[in-house]
């Protein structure tokens, strides 16, 4: 799944308020204070059936769009709580069968076809930083690469299955976390978009880098053009957990304002994610959960359709600046 590590910044935000003149403006960018315009509006969580109707409004001066009004830390956190946090559970057949697929040859050849999201095809050295490593599923394969890996995690259940595969899990927020030596790589797959506060996430991981270390980033494409496709059910709304909706050009722009040199950006197009759109239109209704997302054989049917019937159309839109994952790197100077 696109959101292994979800819920890592929100508890950081909550469990360590900022102080009074660094809080966050209501009702303006997240990013720059500017004044926020009507974007969408009418959207409905169309993964867990979590009550409510959100908007999400586009800031006139950077462009960023965010989930307005941006939700309350508490409420946000116990929304996590009761949805998001990893529990323990192994039992299931989607969990059973998406473990066996990433451990094995087919992963791999896949990635390599379909796009790699979580970076698990890169090989490299030196030490690295999973931040959000729920239980370690990508620290296995980034150490499988030859990285030196470690983990930051909050969740203190998933931190602990993570330790009994012996690796190194901090539980500290980002922001206090001081390693024993800085990391050459930084991971945050599918996180930043998660985030009340995007431009200190950067910062704090910038601090924790070593001279000519890099960031890499997954997020979704705010260009996508799925999401005009499938309009209120495209995927990648995920509200109320998704805050910041980035564009290729402001995801650019904030790393470059964070400290970041050499800054790239491509696009990429799961088939996965394309398969979670069509279910969420076809089944998705507000107020009820949508199990079907969590059916292994309609979700591998639909991917391999999708990766089929759709591949010009996947190729094109990535070609033409409008995939739907973004795929973001960056070096500390």
Request: net charge negative.
């Amino acid at each position: 799944m696109a959101d292994r590590a979800a819920s890592y910044e929100v508890f950081e935000e909550l469990e360590n308020e900022p102080a009074e003149d660094a809080a966050l403006p209501t009702g303006a960018c997240l990013l720059c204070s500017g004044a926020l315009e009507e974007c969408e509006e009418g959207l409905f969580d169309t993964r867990f059936g979590i009550a409510g109707r959100y908007e999400v409004r586009r800031c006139a001066d950077c462009g960023l769009e965010q989930l307005f009004p941006a939700p309350e830390p508490a409420a946000l956190k116990a929304l996590y709580e009761s949805h998001y946090n990893f529990g323990g559970e192994t039992g299931a057949l989607y969990t059973r069968l998406r473990e066996r697929f990433l451990f094995s040859f087919l992963n791999p050849l896949w990635s390599w076809l379909d796009g790699d999201i979580s970076f698990y095809l890169r090989r490299g050295a030196g030490r690295l930083l999973d931040i959000g490593c729920n239980e370690g599923r990508g620290l296995r394969l980034y150490a499988h690469n030859g990285f030196q890996v470690e983990g930051l995690e909050l969740n203190e259940t998933a931190a602990s299955v993570a330790r009994k595969a012996v690796f190194v899990v901090h539980t500290e927020l980002l922001e206090n976390f001081v390693p024993e030596s800085p990391y050459e790589v930084a991971v945050l797959s599918n996180v930043l978009e998660h985030s009340l506060n995007p431009r200190r996430m950067l910062m704090d991981v910038h601090r924790v880098l070593t001279s000519g270390g890099q960031i890499w980033i997954s997020c979704p494409n705010s260009l996508s053009w799925l999401r005009t496709v499938f309009g209120k059910h495209w995927i990648n709304w995920h509200v109320p957990f998704h805050i910041s909706h980035f564009s290729p050009e402001t995801l650019r722009r904030l790393l470059a304002e964070t400290g970041y040199v050499d800054v790239q950006v491509r696009q990429i197009t799961p088939a996965l994610w394309v398969a979670q759109s069509i279910i969420a239109c076809l089944f998705s209704k507000q107020g009820r959960k949508t199990g079907q997302l969590r059916n292994p054989f309609l979700t591998l049917l639909l991917m391999m359709f999708a990766r089929l019937a759709f591949f010009p159309a996947l190729w094109a839109g990535n070609k033409l600046g409008h995939g739907d994952c973004l795929l973001a790197s960056g070096t500390k100077a």
